[in-house]
């Protein structure tokens, strides 16, 4: 069989680090497939090729169409996808890890395990949220208490600003015209947050499905990462877009959100973040290195690479 043409499978370590990515990129109505180590995209207006290693996420919407090279790229560059829908959005992709150690994830399986350490990574998620509080002697419940409280004040302030009516959250995700301006915002910016959110989760080689505050989902530490930054991303986006009544309101959206990710430098602080929760800091995964371990029932992780054989177990 002849050799397929384009660039080969680039080393995880080649590749840029998901902090230093663009956040994410919105195409629709195309043709998507694959030109050496490029995105390459089709439609009516002509061609574009797009750096597969450049960004983070790739929300795909209606008419859009790819090659399965095209997805070979996006999975070896560690590019996420979401596929957008006309009534809501669903993630049915993610790319490789950008690293081949498996640390944060056996931490977070450690964490999520034990209530004790569970509850500790939950505190430290709302200690996140109010930096200049001690929430170290509250429970589950007034911990969640609190969060409603600041939520609610951010919808209630964001409503004041752009002169808005609010009825509170309500959508069905299966009929997204049926909301309101502002509750079709808030899906809109929202699904942006939650893709981004996945992409730099399963990057960091994290499990999407172990969360602490949400749990019993596919995406449960998703929407724990994602709802650390809602309030103060895309709930006063959504209204600032609704009150200005563009004519493609997901659209716009869309591009005040991925500007402002940008402008804050989202990526890295989501990176930062999830190291936070999960780590202890004795051994940072910084993805420089290929390690395996063997486990071991006494010393947990024992070096790989050699035989462990004694001289007396080998047959004559």
């Known amino acids: 069989m002849d050799k397929i043409p384009g660039m080969e499978r680039p ?18 109505h195309c043709q998507i497939n694959r030109e050496d180590s490029a995105i390459l995209v089709r439609d009516e207006r002509g061609t574009t090729r797009i750096p597969a290693a450049a960004i983070t996420v790739l929300l795909l919407g209606p008419g859009t169409t790819v090659t399965h090279r095209a997805i070979e790229l996006i999975g070896d560059a560690g ?30 399986a450690q964490l999520v395990s034990n209530q004790r350490t ?77 893709g981004v959110a996945h992409a730099v989760i399963a990057a960091l080689g994290c499990s999407p499905g172990l969360g602490f505050i949400h749990v019993g989902h596919e995406r449960s530490f998703v929407y724990d990462i994602a709802d650390l930054y809602k309030a103060d991303l895309t709930i006063p986006i959504a209204f600032e877009i609704a009150a200005k009544k ?62 462990y054989a004694e001289k007396g177990d080998m047959p004559e």
Not at 11 to 27: E, H, K, N, S, V
């Open 11 to 28: 080393d995880l370590q080649a590749l840029p680090q998901i902090g230093d990515r663009l956040t994410f990129l919105y195409l629709e």
């Open 79 to 108: 590019v996420g996808i979401v596929w957008v829908g006309e009534h809501g959005v669903r993630f049915y992709a993610s790319g490789r890890p950008l690293t081949h150690r498996a640390q944060l994830l056996m931490k977070q």
């Open 118 to 194: 569970h509850l500790a990574v939950v505190r430290k998620m709302y200690q996140l949220r109010f930096p200049e509080e001690d929430v170290s002697g509250l429970t589950t419940q007034q911990l969640r208490g609190r969060e409603g409280v600041r939520v609610r004040k951010a919808y209630r302030t964001a409503a004041k600003e752009w002169n808005l009516p609010w009825n509170g959250r309500e959508f069905d995700p299966d009929n997204f015209s049926s909301g309101d301006p502002v509750n079709q915002a808030l899906s809109a910016g929202h699904a942006c947050l939650y």
């Open 246 to 307: 563009p004519d493609d309101l997901p659209s716009a959206v869309r591009r005040r959100i991925r500007d402002e990710m940008a402008a804050r430098h989202l990526l890295e602080q989501i990176v930062r973040d999830i190291r936070f929760l999960l780590s202890d800091d004795d051994q940072p995964d910084n993805g420089k290195t290929d390690i395996t371990y063997l486990w071991d029932s006494h010393k947990r992780l024992i070096s790989n690479g050699r035989n």
